[in-house]
T-cell receptor, first 114, second 113 residues
Framework: AAGVIQSPRHLIKEKRETATLKCYPIPRHDTVYWYQQGPGQDPQFLISFYEKMQSDKGSIPDRFSAQQFSDYHSELNMSSLELGDSALYFCASSGYGTRPYEQYFGPGTRLTVT | GEDVEQSLFLSVREGDSSVINCTYT??????LYWYKQEPGAGLQLLTYIFSNMDMKQDQRLTVLLNKKDKHLSLRIADTQTGDSAIYFCAESPLNQAGTALIFGKGTTLSVSS
């Protein structure tokens, strides 16, 4: 079965640079979620989109922005990167009309900021 | 606010049963989930339970929910070395599209042969 696709899988950036992470949800899923997982930490919710509109917002820094496009893929844009942004970034998707909106996670993008 | 707590480590021998415990604070949570994360990998949805249930069984997995005490447990029968991973309990405060999952810190399960 098709899963959530994230690209790139690994990304190395320097401080103050920008990064763009992409997420392609499971086909027919219309809701996308972004989570950040620091080393040895639990995943922390950043932001979600349902039908291309922001649905819920968590601890996302102002330096980060995200959007969902007409084909339901989503991009997380990160600017002025800091060392503390080094983490695993997960995208998850869920489908409309399914209960309980089970979130299926992608493999993650490992971002390293040097 | 919402908070999910888990014990950090559990060590068992192959063939034994494992029980991973979790407590949550948001009494309005409709669904509670268990996710598995292997080293360097993504989060795999194992199972979930609806808040009006007290037990759910799925092959080797049994989920027990005590809503009064806000206590959730995951029992893995006949634990195998391939079950070694971090197990996260998560709650969903609202049953609607786009709602964040609130995760516990995760329990590292170590299975020895």
């Amino acid at each position: 079965a098709a899963g959530v696709i994230q690209s790139p899988r690994h990304l190395i950036k320097e401080k103050r640079e920008t990064a763009t992470l992409k997420c392609y949800p499971i086909p027919r899923h219309d809701t996308v979620y972004w989570y950040q997982q620091g080393p040895g930490q639990d995943p922390q919710f950043l932001i979600s989109f349902y039908e291309k509109m922001q649905s819920d917002k968590g601890s996302i820094p102002d330096r980060f922005s995200a959007q969902q496009f007409s084909d339901y893929h989503s991009e997380l844009n990160m600017s002025s990167l800091e060392l503390g942004d080094s983490a695993l970034y997960f995208c998850a998707s869920s489908g409309y009309g399914t209960r309980p909106y089970e979130q299926y996670f992608g493999p993650g993008t490992r971002l390293t900021v040097t | 606010g919402e908070d999910v707590e888990q014990s950090l480590f559990l060590s068992v021998r192959e063939g034994d049963s494992s029980v991973i415990n979790c407590t949550y604070t948001d009494s309005s949570s409709t669904y509670l989930y268990w996710y598995k994360q292997e080293p360097g990998a993504g989060l795999q949805l194992l199972t979930y339970i609806f808040s009006n249930m007290d037990m759910k069984q799925d092959q080797r997995l049994t989920v027990l929910l005590n809503k009064k005490d806000k206590h959730l447990s995951l029992r893995i029968a006949d634990t195998q070395t391939g079950d070694s991973a971090i197990y996260f309990c998560a709650e969903s405060p609202l049953n609607q599209a786009g709602t964040a999952l609130i995760f516990g810190k995760g329990t590292t399960l170590s299975v020895s042969s």
